[in-house]
């Protein structure tokens, strides 16, 4: 990819069409999925205002059969998908909390951490992560975002900055070289990945560890999860063209597992080649991938299964709607956006979305519709005789909490197949 282009492309704020792989520069991409035009996940109009325009960016899923990478066919501007007012927090989520306590045992496991270890944590956030690192060892985020100030309320320093190699330079320069870097749900993320994996390896220590986790994109076929197709998703990795991306950058896979977060994601654990010894995981994982056998033909069955799950899910809320019965939305993460948009769904279908309390979400619309988010205890002052699990990966969580809560309703699950669950 030309990288001028895309520098000149971002001082615009527009985006980048790839015309060629993202990591390996294979110009044959074969289009796969096509999703329509989307809109940024994270540009949240507030309840009440009236609409105006808004920019749908095309959802087009590419394949490269050289380096077997599944990638978006559009690089929109970080400024436009990461806004100082980004909404997420990965500590209001109880899976992510415990999946982060877990890296950090892991971690302590396979290296000999001590306080003048310097652990940082690439998109940091609300600090949940570094959070399991800061009472053995020194610790540091970084992070675009205003939600950072919630890690420095903790006691976690964060620089507010996109990860670049000024931000890197300041680091070692105040605090020295990383013996772990970790880089989990933003590794897919960015925009100019082999300027991002320099910066990784100028920050890393000669035997430090670099630990990311990304959406695994066999699960992401096995459960049919179109909904994790956004804008900030650009690459859909799975161990192999994660593999080939880092061997190319002079790291290798010494470890790597996959991980329930956010639906089926992958974590992998890479070195600088010789450093550390190749764990069984690698190679049992590589194999697995070949037997499930990642190729054009399987991404078209699963386009196909994408389509038939779209139509069944309309004709399911079509059939409650006719009875005239109340719908629900359950949560508001990233992933409903899209399900919502590319399903159609408006407020005429879903009454509403519900958020746990002090969500930054609430308040504002579902992202291209009217569809408003409130608070969650609306669910059960109304009602509703449906709920619509939007945060459906993790549907046996949800279900149990809120029937303990006093939902009497029934659940509808929208993927990988549409079902309800009956009180």
Same mark, same amino acid.
């Not at 999925?33 to 095309?58: D, H």
């Not at 096995?222 to 690459?235: F, G």
């Not at 590589?286 to 499930?292: D, K, N, P, Q, T």
């Given at each position: ?36 035009? #989307? ?23 590419? /394949? ?21 007012? +980004? ?15 877990? #890296?950090?045992?892991?971690?302590? !496991? ?24 800061? !009472? ?25 900055? /996109? ?38 390896? @100028? ?32 690459? +859909? +990795? ?26 089926? !994601? ?13 764990? *069984? ?40 709607? !006719? ?15 899209? #399900? ?10 879903? *009454?509403?979305?519900? @958020? ?8 504002? +619309? ?15 002052? *109304? ?41």
């Amino acid at each position: 990819m030309d990288k001028t282009k895309a520098k000149s492309a971002f001082n615009t704020g527009s985006s980048i069409v790839v015309e060629q792989c993202q990591v390996c520069d294979y110009p044959d991409l074969e289009q796969v999925l096509f999703l329509g035009y #989307l809109p940024s996940v994270n540009k949240m109009a507030a309840v009440g205002e009236l609409p105006r325009q808004q920019e749908g960016y095309p959802a087009l899923l590419l /394949y490269c059969p050289r380096c077997q990478l599944v990638q978006l066919g559009l690089i929109v501007d970080p400024k436009i998908l990461f806004p100082p007012e +980004y909404p997420y927090t990965g500590g209001t989520t109880r899976i992510l909390r415990e999946n982060f306590a877990e #890296l950090y045992s892991e971690c302590c !496991s396979m290296v000999d951490l001590g306080r003048e270890d310097l652990v940082v944590d690439i998109g940091s956030n609300d600090g949940t992560l570094l959070s399991n690192f800061v !009472s053995r060892t020194r610790v540091q985020g970084i992070t675009p975002e205003d939600i950072g100030n919630l890690a420095v309320e903790r006691g976690i320093p964060v620089i507010s900055s /996109y990860f670049n190699r000024d931000a890197v330079e300041r680091i070692v320069a105040q605090e020295g070289k990383a013996r772990v870097i970790t880089a989990t749900n933003v590794f897919a993320h960015m925009e100019n990945i082999h300027q991002a994996m320099d910066c990784i390896l @100028e920050l890393l220590a000669t035997q430090g560890l670099f630990i990311s986790e990304s959406h695994y994109l066999i699960s992401l076929l096995e459960t049919l999860q179109y909904d994790t197709i956004y804008h900030e998703h650009l690459r +859909y +990795y799975s161990l192999r063209s994660l593999k080939y991306l880092l061997e190319m950058h002079g790291l290798e896979i010494i470890h790597c597992k996959r991980i329930p977060t956010h639906g089926g !994601s992958l974590r992998v654990y890479a070195a600088r080649k010789g450093c550390y010894p190749v764990r *069984d995981s690698v190679n049992a994982l590589l194999r697995s991938e070949g037997a499930f056998n990642v190729n054009k033909q399987t991404l078209l069955q699963f386009k196909e299964q994408v389509v038939i799950s779209k139509l069944e899910l309309l004709s399911l809320l079509a059939g409650i709607k !006719s009875e005239r019965k109340r719908i629900y939305g359950i949560s508001a993460p990233s992933r409903a956006s899209t #399900l919502i948009n590319y399903t159609g769904i408006d407020e005429g279908i879903l *009454d509403c979305v519900l @958020e746990i309390k002090g969500s930054h979400k609430i308040g504002k +619309y579902v992202p291209g519709t009217l569809i408003p988010i409130v608070e969650e205890s609306r669910l059960f002052e *109304d009602q509703p005789e449906y709920a619509l699990l939007l945060s459906w990966h993790i549907a046996d969580e949800l279900t149990v909490k809120l029937k303990e809560k006093g939902f009497k309703g029934d659940f509808i699950i929208p993927l990988p197949r549409p079902r309800i669950v009956a009180r």
